[in-house]
């Protein structure tokens, strides 16, 4: 499994530190007899199942990790990379091009930088998020994210009706870094329209975003040409949710910074961290929105 683990940490770009790290730390698993066996276990679950309970395979990694003494954020990055192995095969066996096994595996790295930017650990505090790739209902399609589920809910107005059963595609925006501009957000539309059309049998092919960048508070703060203004005109906002006054949940995507800190203290190097942190500080709430577009097939 090692030899793999540097495998996709090339085939990925992981910086020259922390794939240091993160082989230092899956080392010391290797040698840990009893760390070793629970890690193990946890890829061999995933393995006999795609579907199996994410919940108890992260704990039982990061306890691996505990056991080791390597710490739970790199742990359970470490037990996704290793599981990748075979959602690869998972994907070459449905005939999925294994570009799109690459890009999804990507996100890998994405949450590795947030983790080493927040919390100073290679590593990452979100490996919650990571099983909707390593299940098969979510894919990355060009530079957008994207899930296919059942909407759960209903709404209706004089475009659309929608009832729980029905199948939508859940928009997500990595923070990969690069540019986030029409040009690349309509070529993963188009990209997600070919690769969905096929599961949809007809269905109506409703894309939906639930996300701080489409609060609507927001939209008068952020500079017009952006291209977090332009992504908002992507979308209809049908909903939305208000964080509790002094809370501010999404601190760390945007700024690299957990809570609570001064506010003063947030860094303004962006244009949209120089309009939020303005907002904020003229006492803004924060919160995020619900948006919904049709695509025509």
């Not at 993160?22 to 007899?33: G, P, R, S, T």
């Not at 760390?35 to 890829?43: M, P, R, V």
């Not at 690869?88 to 294994?98: F, H, P, Q, S, T």
């Not at 209903?154 to 929608?162: A, G, I, M, N």
Request: charged share 30%; hydrophobic share 40%; glycine share 6%.
């Amino acid at each position: 499994m090692r030899s793999y683990i540097i495998y996709l940490m090339d085939e990925l770009g992981f910086d020259k530190e922390a794939q240091e790290s993160l082989l230092a730390d899956f080392d010391k698993i290797e040698a840990n007899e009893e760390a070793k066996k629970e890690f193990y276990d946890c890829i061999a679950s995933y393995e006999a199942d795609i579907n199996v309970n994410y919940g108890t395979l992260l704990t039982n990694a990061e306890k691996a990790g505990e056991k080791a003494g390597v710490h739970k954020y790199s742990a359970g990055l470490l037990v996704f990379m290793c599981m990748s192995k075979h959602l690869k095969a998972c994907y070459e066996k449905e005939n999925i091009d294994l570009q799109i096994w690459h890009d999804s595996m990507l996100d890998l790295k994405w949450k590795l930088w947030e983790c080493k930017a927040v919390k100073g650990i290679w590593g990452s505090f979100v490996a919650w998020w990571f099983p909707g790739f390593f299940n098969m209902t979510r894919f990355a399609l060009g530079r957008l994210q994207f899930d296919f589920a059942r909407y759960g809910n209903t709404y209706k107005d004089e475009e659309f009706d929608l009832k729980p059963d029905d199948m939508i595609i859940g928009v997500h925006i990595p923070r990969t870094m690069t540019p986030f501009d029409k040009a690349s957000r309509d070529d993963a539309y188009a990209k997600a329209r070919e690769f969905f059309a096929p599961r949809l049998n007809g269905a109506p092919m409703i894309f939906t975003c639930y996300s701080w960048l489409l609060y609507p508070a927001y939209r008068d703060i952020i500079p017009e040409k952006s291209n977090t203004r332009s992504f908002m005109d992507d979308f209809k906002i049908i909903g939305q949710y208000d964080d509790k006054e002094g809370e501010y949940n999404d601190a760390w995507r945007l700024f690299d910074m957990d809570q609570p800190k001064d506010l003063n203290d947030y860094p303004e190097n962006t244009s949209l961290r120089r309009a939020i942190k303005k907002y904020l500080l003229d006492g803004g709430r924060t919160g995020e929105g619900l948006g919904i577009f049709k695509m025509e097939y």
